[in-house]
């Protein structure tokens, strides 16, 4: 199941005193503000939840899965999430027996 902005807008309308349309704005800019945040190469970090950065993946050699050929994989932006403890102890359970 995946969960989707509108959804997340919805149970802040839900759980919060402002207007359905106010929750949705509120959400949209939140995501904006996160968004230009790390366009500007600045990590997010959301207490409780987890942190948000941008890294730079160095060049490396790689190999072409269809011919074997070596090539080389250019240096790139990759968007990287860690969560924070609270997160892992909430959605990390053990595994059952």
Do not use: C, Y
């Amino acid at each position: 199941m995946t969960t989707t902005k509108a959804e997340i807008a919805t149970e802040v309308w839900k759980k919060t005193n402002v207007s359905k349309d106010d929750a949705t704005n509120l959400i949209e800019h939140t995501f904006e503000i996160i968004k230009a945040s790390l366009e500007r190469g600045e990590q997010v970090k959301i207490h409780g939840f987890g942190t948000f950065a941008v890294r730079t993946k160095r060049q490396r050699k790689g190999r072409n899965p269809q011919t074997g050929a070596e090539i080389i994989i250019r240096e790139r932006k990759v968007l990287a999430f860690k969560a924070g403890s609270i997160m892992k102890k909430t959605v990390v359970t053990a595994p059952s027996d």
